[in-house]
């Protein structure tokens, strides 16, 4: 399977315009997606707080990402690709302690 074969699973726009540049060469996700799914990387390192296994913190870290995507596909605003990195991490972080609340739960309730 070639690099482009395996990225094109990925769900992502690729709007080049909404990509990061390296080299003057747009990346194969848009920033957003690069974010989010570079933020999974911390996955195993969330374990060590748990003080953060939290549903609430987890759907909160969800909203900055929804105001902005959804502010720009209803046209009242146009996101920058910083504040695309920085709500796709919030996001990423977001999934990665819904994972650890589910994880925690079903630990509990199984034993
Ligand atoms: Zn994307």
Not at 78 to 94: F, Y
């Amino acid at each position: 399977m070639s690099k482009e074969e395996l990225l094109a699973i990925v769900p992502c726009h690729r709007k080049p315009e909404r990509c990061l540049k390296i080299n003057g060469k747009p990346m194969a996700l848009c920033a957003r997606c690069t974010a989010l799914y570079s933020s999974y990387l911390l996955l195993p390192f969330l374990y060590f707080v748990p003080q953060l296994h939290s549903l609430a913190i987890a759907l909160l870290l969800q909203l900055p990402m929804l105001a902005d995507g959804l502010s720009q596909k209803w046209k009242w605003r146009e996101s920058t690709n910083p504040l695309r990195v920085v709500t796709g991490t919030m996001s990423g972080v977001g999934q990665c302690l819904f994972i650890w609340f589910i994880a925690d739960w079903l630990s509990k309730a199984l034993s």
